[in-house]
């Protein structure tokens, strides 16, 4: 993939291709919502597809998506930390991820919900 990728088209039209959306009923890119697409590149995107995501989207934007799809979820424990050290270059990781993890607790939403019926 790489740097044959020009647009933002382009790089939808790759993910499209590649399946990144399987669980999705998506048949054309403009169905494509912004956050949709940069949780799915986080959560099983190779460091090019990140990368092309800084291209095409606000970092600002990135960021915000991470902290609130991702970090909660303990299923990308591993790839949170490599996010937070590589791609957002977080110094203290295990506190900002913490501090995020409980902010936007999941589990916690759901365990709620729960004991509420």
Same mark, same amino acid.
């Given at each position: 993939?790489?740097?044959?990728?020009?647009? @933002?088209?382009?790089?939808?039209?790759? #993910? $499209?291709?590649r /399946?990144? =959306?399987?669980?999705?009923? !998506?048949?054309?890119?403009?169905?494509?919502?912004?956050d949709?697409?940069?949780?799915?590149?986080?959560?099983?995107?190779?460091?090019?597809?990140?990368?092309?995501?800084?291209?095409?989207?606000k970092?600002?934007?990135? @960021?915000?998506?991470?902290?609130?799809? #991702? $970090?909660?979820? /303990?299923? =990308?424990?591993?790839?949170? !930390?490599?996010?937070?050290?590589?791609?957002?270059?977080?110094?203290?990781?295990?506190?900002?991820?913490?501090?995020?993890?409980?902010?936007?607790?999941?589990?916690?939403?759901?365990?709620?919900?729960?004991?509420?019926?």
């Amino acid at each position: 993939m790489g740097n044959r990728i020009k647009t @933002k088209n382009e790089f939808l039209q790759s #993910l $499209l291709n590649r /399946n990144f =959306f399987w669980s999705y009923s !998506v048949t054309n890119i403009t169905n494509l919502t912004d956050d949709l697409v940069i949780e799915q590149v986080l959560s099983y995107g190779e460091p090019d597809d990140i990368l092309n995501l800084k291209k095409h989207f606000k970092y600002t934007h990135i @960021k915000q998506v991470w902290q609130n799809c #991702l $970090l909660p979820d /303990n299923r =990308f424990k591993n790839s949170n !930390v490599w996010l937070a050290k590589v791609f957002f270059n977080i110094r203290q990781t295990n506190k900002y991820i913490a501090k995020y993890s409980k902010l936007n607790d999941r589990d916690g939403h759901l365990r709620l919900l729960a004991a509420q019926n």
